[in-house]
């Protein structure tokens, strides 16, 4: 079992919501030593940050997308969400969970843990 | 938002050759206070998750390679593959973490 898991692959209609959750196994999501956070990358393409979430909970979110993004931590269950709402064909893309290691204030870090991925496809 | 620029789009280099990936930002990544360049590269294979290979512009990850290295300041970076091995096939992207997140749009090494 791999130590980070998206959801599986979904179809999710346009205009609507996109759900994904991340599932983080062998240690606690919420350390002071990281945060988590989203990466997409559209088949063929290149790859575009999303945003992410502190180990306090705060979201921080890619200003592009900020309006329409929710990312959040369960602690309990140890799983990154997030939320993409009113979709279209150009968010149809595989999306990645990884690690960041903070490397100061804000939103930045690299990201040296990822999951494999999860397909979405945006289709009525 | 920091653009970052790679070139070339890809490259086709014999087993054992040298293959050199270039990566511009749009400002400066080397933050003056640490004296650090917070740039990062990572090898991206077909079907596969991005790895970490370089962070710091510099400092390689552990289990990767010597053949890779990492150099360049300020807005001006290469990834060096010394001697490629056929399992290097893939694409390399740059990405910044001076000001958020932004990745270069990537270079496909091809055998």
């Known amino acids: 079992q791999l130590p980070v898991q998206e959801s599986d692959s979904r179809l999710v209609k346009p205009s609507e919501t996109l759900s994904l959750t991340c599932t983080v196994s062998g240690g606690p999501i919420s350390s002071p030593s990281y945060y988590w956070g989203w990466i997409r990358q559209p088949p063929g393409r290149g790859l575009e940050w999303l945003g992410g979430v502190e180990d306090s909970g705060s979201p921080f979110y890619n200003p592009s997308l900020r309006s329409r993004l929710t990312m959040s931590i369960d602690t309990s269950r140890n799983q990154l969400s997030l939320k993409l709402n009113s979709v279209s064909a150009a968010d149809t893309a595989f999306y990645f969970c990884?690690?960041?290691?903070?490397?100061?204030?804000?939103?930045?870090?690299?990201?040296?843990?990822w999951g494999r991925g999860t397909l979405v496809t945006v289709s009525s | 938002d920091i653009v970052m620029t790679q070139s070339p789009e890809s490259l086709a280099v014999s087993p054992g050759e040298r293959a050199t990936i270039n990566c511009k930002s749009s400002?400066?990544?080397?933050?003056?206070?640490?004296?650090?360049?917070?740039l990062a590269w990572y090898q991206q294979k077909p079907g596969q998750a991005p790895k970490l290979l370089i962070s710091w512009a510099s400092t390689r990850e552990s289990g990767v390679p010597d053949r890779f290295s990492g150099s360049g300041s300020g807005t001006d970076f290469t990834l060096t593959i010394s001697s490629l091995q056929p399992e290097d096939m893939a694409v390399y992207y740059c990405?910044?973490?001076?000001?958020?997140?932004?990745f270069g749009g990537g270079t496909k090494v091809e055998i």
């Open positions: 400002q400066s990544v080397l933050w003056i206070t640490d004296n650090r360049n917070y």
């Open positions: 990884a690690r960041l290691l903070p490397t100061g204030s804000g939103a930045r870090g690299y990201f040296d843990l």
């Open positions: 990405q910044q973490y001076y000001s958020t997140v932004t």
